[in-house]
């Protein structure tokens, strides 16, 4: 089961820490990513991050002000918001994969949390 927590409103230019934890299952061998989808459109992927953090990726979007990490000791996933932007505004949530190979798309991630609501406004 995957839990996340620290959404919330803030201003545009604020930050947000969004954190992912994993109960009742180690997922160590795996990809974590965070997705978000605001009202009325498709769910995007936001970053994702694999095993040992060899591999990152960021939608276009976001480069620059997210940062995604992974703490293996606390099973833990993380998003690092700055700079937040209206646009920004959604529901995200968190997703773990256990196939190899860190994708970008929903579809290929099985495992979800129920979703943080951010709002930026």
């Known amino acids: 089961q995957l839990v996340e927590s620290g959404g919330g409103s803030v201003q545009p230019g604020g930050s947000l820490r969004l954190s992912c934890g994993a109960s009742g299952h180690t997922y160590s061998s795996n990809c974590w990513a965070w997705f978000r989808q605001a009202p009325g459109k498709e769910r995007e992927g936001v970053a994702g991050?694999?095993?040992?953090?060899?591999?990152?990726w960021y939608t276009d979007s976001v480069k620059g002000r997210f940062t995604i990490s992974h703490d293996s000791a606390e099973n833990t996933v993380y998003l690092e918001m700055n700079s937040l932007k209206p646009e920004d505004t959604a529901m995200y949530y968190c997703?773990?994969?256990?196939?190899?190979?860190?994708?970008?798309?929903?579809?290929?991630?099985?495992?979800w949390g129920q979703g943080t609501q951010v709002t930026v406004s």
């Open positions: 997703a773990v994969r256990l196939n190899t190979g860190c994708p970008t798309f929903p579809r290929d991630f099985p495992y």
């Open positions: 991050i694999s095993p040992g953090s060899t591999i990152t």
